[in-house]
């Protein structure tokens, strides 16, 4: 396999994880506001809410998968030595697979 795939692999599984937390969350408070105000249920989350939210969850997924890769990008990051450096996700891919 080549150094692509298994970037790509472990930022799939990345974004999968977050995306699946996220998404438990939005399913808890769905849950939540059907418990606590069963009348008013319908009109507070709607299918258009249910879409937003959603999309935030993913795009904050996607983010927080991506920010370790902004981070490099910046010159200022890596002034400090390597052992005083905080460790990122992208540092300890082995074989595919992402190690956190």
């Not at 769905?30 to 299918?47: E, H, M």
Request: hydrophobic share 45%.
């Amino acid at each position: 396999d080549s150094t692509f795939n298994k970037y790509l692999q472990g930022f799939s599984h990345f974004v999968g994880r977050q995306a699946s937390m996220g998404t438990m969350c939005l399913i808890v408070i769905d849950r939540f506001i059907a418990v606590r105000n069963p009348f008013r249920y319908k009109q507070v989350v709607t299918l258009k809410v249910a879409y937003i939210c959603t999309g935030i969850v993913w795009l904050q997924a996607v983010m927080i998968t991506l920010w370790p890769w902004f981070e490099r990008l910046n010159p200022c990051i890596h002034d400090d030595p390597p052992y005083m450096r905080a460790p990122q996700p992208y540092d300890f891919i082995k074989h595919g697979f992402l190690i956190y």
